[in-house]
Structures are given as C-alpha cells and as structure tokens.
C-alpha cells in the first residue's frame, strides 16, 4: 500500500512546480520534501518528477498519478468533512482564512469571546492576502474581499470595507490637494482594486512611497509621509489621521465568508460561521446596512 504522506507530497510538487514552493506550502523543509519524493518513486519503482534547476515537471506517468492523486485526496477530504459535519458537541479545530487587515485589525479583538462560548473549539487563524482552496482542506472557512467562486463552496456576504483618504494631522500638505503625494502599493498589485482605486484618485500627482501591506500604509500615514486610501473602520479610530475629501467616486469592497457545501451542518462550523455573522453585524462600520 502506498504510503499516503508520500502521495501528499507529491500533489505539492506537481501543484506548485518546484520543491522550495511545496516545503512553504506544507511548512516543512525542501529535504523533506525531497526525502519523500525520492521514497515515493523508490516504491513504485518509476519517475514522476523531472527535476530540473529551478523547476520540477511531471513525467506523462506523473501526470497521470497527478490525476488519479487529486481524486484520492478529494475522497479524503470528503470523509473528513462527513465525519465533521456529524461530530457533537462541537469540538474540533477549525481554520479560518482571512484578509490581513481583518485579522490584525478586527478578528482577534474577538477571540476571547468566541472561546468563552465554544470551549471544545481550536479556532486557528491563518491571515492569506492568497486564495486558498475549501475543496483541499486549505481552509474550513474563509473571509474574502471578492465573492468566492469554487462550485463546491457555499458563500454569504457579511458585510463592506468603506475606504477613505487619510493623512497625519500634522501632513504639510494636508490642506492643499495639490500637493499631496500618495502611499500606494507595488507593481505587485497591479489589478487590485483598493490600487487602482487610489492611482486613479491620485492621477498625476507623486507616489511618495510604496508599500505592499495596509498596516504599513496606517503607520506610514502616521509617520506624516503622504496621503493613504486605508478603510474607514481602521483610520477612523485614530487620532493622529484626519480624512482628507477629494472629488473620485466612494470606494468599499464587500467582505463574504464561504465555506464547503459538505460541512454546513457541521456544529463547529455553524458555531464559527455564527460568531463571524454576530461580529459583524455588531460592528456598525463594517456592517452592510444596504441589505
């Protein structure tokens, strides 16, 4: 019987294309990663990787052993989920995806809460600016700022982030828009929407700095290095920033939660999923109040 850690590592190989992108994704090193492929081959006695200096690509028999592995890890994962959505009391770890300004900045202001109320109950937290995938177990449940479109996946929108521009109250510039300069994002996130949203508001006028996290927009702002576009929730609670009004369009992103299909009688789940919907809505700057 083959071994199915070996197989599991394996998908990661095929997935990613190169052994240092299948050690990040299953936090191991690239010897493990390596040691198992190896063991793997050695049993079945055939090729499945290609290893070449900066990539690995799959043999025709890898590909099709890809194909086959996909399907015995989808039945895995589907065991998993029956076997969760039929588990009581509700008990059990459960991982959330997030965006990382919902968790740093929103989530884990309300963990106490959630673990007073379901004691059985790991909650981990992973922050993923990443898709992540219900299908593979990447995730239980997952908070995104685009509706997710997985066909096995449930999804319920919760809420919106409103964005605004803001400077530091002490900004040189703060009272003539002419001369402000912008706190924008790399290259990296060309087609981004909060990016494109804040290019087009800044049009001709200076980048001062760049930075690919909105933590470090918030704290760059504060610093007094330029105009940022953050969301209302986070800069409105600070007293250093002031909100700065310009003539662009007003710019939110909804915020949906989703989970698989298979587990949404899962009493875990349910109690994650009802602890995210009360928190939201208790949150009046982050609550959807068209619907």
Same mark, same amino acid.
């Given at each position: 019987?083959?071994?199915?850690?070996?197989?599991?590592?394996?998908?990661?190989?095929?997935?990613?294309?190169?052994?240092?992108?299948?050690?990040?994704?299953?936090?191991?090193?690239?010897?493990?990663?390596?040691?198992?492929?190896?063991?793997? %081959?050695? !049993?079945?006695? +055939?090729?499945? /990787? $290609? &290893?070449?200096?900066? *990539?690995? #690509? @799959?043999? =025709?028999?890898?590909?099709?052993?890809?194909?086959?592995?996909? %399907?015995? !890890?989808?039945? +895995?994962?589907? /065991? $998993? &989920?029956?076997?969760? *959505?039929? #588990? @009581?009391? =509700?008990?059990?770890?459960?991982?959330?995806?997030?965006?990382?300004?919902?968790?740093?900045?929103?989530?884990?202001?309300?963990?106490?809460?959630?673990?007073?109320?379901?004691?059985?109950?790991?909650?981990?937290?992973?922050?993923?600016?990443?898709?992540?995938?219900?299908?593979?177990?990447?995730?239980?449940?997952?908070?995104?700022?685009?509706?997710?479109?997985?066909?096995?996946?449930?999804?319920?929108?919760?809420?919106?982030?409103?964005?605004?521009?803001?400077?530091?109250?002490?900004?040189?510039?703060?009272?003539?828009?002419?001369?402000?300069?912008?706190?924008?994002?790399?290259?990296?996130?060309?087609?981004?929407?909060?990016?494109?949203?804040?290019?087009?508001?800044?049009?001709?006028?200076?980048?001062?700095?760049?930075?690919?996290?909105?933590?470090?927009?918030?704290?760059?702002?504060?610093?007094?290095?330029?105009?940022?576009?953050?969301?209302?929730?986070?800069?409105?609670?600070?007293?250093?920033?002031?909100?700065?009004?310009?003539?662009?369009?007003?710019?939110?992103?909804?915020?949906?939660?989703?989970?698989?299909?298979?587990?949404?009688?899962?009493?875990?789940?349910?109690?994650?999923?009802?602890?995210?919907?009360?928190?939201?809505?208790?949150?009046?700057?982050?609550?959807?109040?068209?619907?």
């Amino acid at each position: 019987m083959i071994d199915w850690e070996s197989i599991r590592y394996f998908l990661a190989v095929a997935r990613t294309g190169t052994m240092s992108g299948a050690a990040r994704s299953l936090k191991v090193d690239h010897a493990t990663i390596s040691r198992r492929l190896s063991a793997l %081959e050695a !049993e079945i006695n +055939a090729r499945l /990787i $290609e &290893r070449q200096p900066r *990539a690995c #690509r @799959l043999t =025709p028999l890898g590909q099709r052993v890809f194909e086959l592995a996909q %399907e015995m !890890e989808e039945g +895995a994962h589907t /065991i $998993e &989920r029956f076997l969760d *959505a039929n #588990r @009581l009391p =509700p008990c059990g770890k459960v991982t959330l995806s997030a965006p990382p300004i919902l968790v740093a900045n929103f989530l884990v202001k309300h963990l106490a809460i959630f673990r007073r109320a379901n004691p059985g109950i790991q909650l981990s937290v992973c922050s993923d600016a990443r898709q992540v995938s219900l299908s593979r177990r990447e995730a239980d449940v997952v908070l995104r700022l685009t509706r997710p479109e997985e066909p096995t996946s449930v999804a319920r929108k919760l809420g919106r982030i409103s964005f605004g521009l803001y400077a530091s109250k002490e900004y040189p510039h703060l009272h003539d828009p002419s001369a402000w300069e912008f706190i924008a994002y790399d290259s990296g996130f060309v087609g981004v929407l909060q990016r494109e949203w804040l290019m087009g508001v800044a049009g001709d006028r200076p980048v001062a700095c760049e930075i690919n996290d909105i933590n470090g927009h918030l704290e760059a702002a504060r610093a007094g290095a330029g105009v940022a576009g953050l969301p209302d929730f986070l800069a409105e609670a600070d007293v250093k920033l002031q909100r700065v009004t310009h003539n662009g369009e007003p710019f939110s992103r909804d915020i949906w939660m989703a989970i698989h299909q298979d587990l949404r009688r899962s009493p875990q789940i349910r109690a994650v999923m009802d602890f995210l919907l009360g928190i939201f809505s208790e949150t009046p700057a982050l609550a959807d109040h068209r619907f």
